[in-house]
């Protein structure tokens, strides 16, 4: 039997399966050779609930993400959180080169505890970069809010 690629996440699958087990993508009623006893009917299965914070899949009856956020959140509210989280991650990458500065008066002052200074710093600016790049992954992969509604007179 002829295995066939999913068209929402790309996986390769068997040519038996109903859904993708990634996503969650029901394949056609065409493509899923069916048994000589088999009824006809195919059940569509829901597809995976993406976390708008995080990006993980999660179950299609899970109400809350791994990560502790509900999976039912607006669009507009989880870009605001995740404005907040890039924020905070250039200020720990801007925090962390100030601190270089700072390890360069301590080199010349304390020339015995620099190393440990530089790991620490080092550390702090490795991951507020890993922070501001994944939020940005996960800002540009959300998709556009809707327009807000305004109320207007009808025609006469």
Avoid: Y
Wanted: aromatic share 6%; hydrophobic share 50%; with cysteine.
């Amino acid at each position: 039997m002829a295995r066939k690629f999913c068209p929402a996440c790309n996986r390769l699958n068997g040519g038996s399966a109903i859904a993708c087990p990634q996503c969650g993508h029901a394949f056609d009623a065409a493509s899923i050779p069916s048994a000589p006893s088999a009824p006809s009917a195919v059940g569509v299965a829901k597809p995976a609930k993406v976390c708008l914070v995080c990006g993980t899949r999660n179950l299609p009856t899970a109400q809350v993400c791994d990560c502790r956020e509900p999976l039912d959140t607006n669009v507009d509210d989880a870009r605001a959180v995740l404005q907040g989280r890039r924020t905070n991650g250039a200020i720990l990458a801007g925090v962390s080169l100030a601190g270089v500065a700072g390890l360069l008066v301590a080199f010349f002052v304390l020339q015995w505890i620099w190393p440990w200074i530089l790991v620490v710093v080092a550390l702090a600016f490795v991951n507020g970069v890993r922070i501001v790049v994944s939020t940005n992954k996960l800002l540009a992969a959300l998709p556009a809010s809707l327009p807000k509604a305004t109320l207007r007179e009808p025609r006469k």
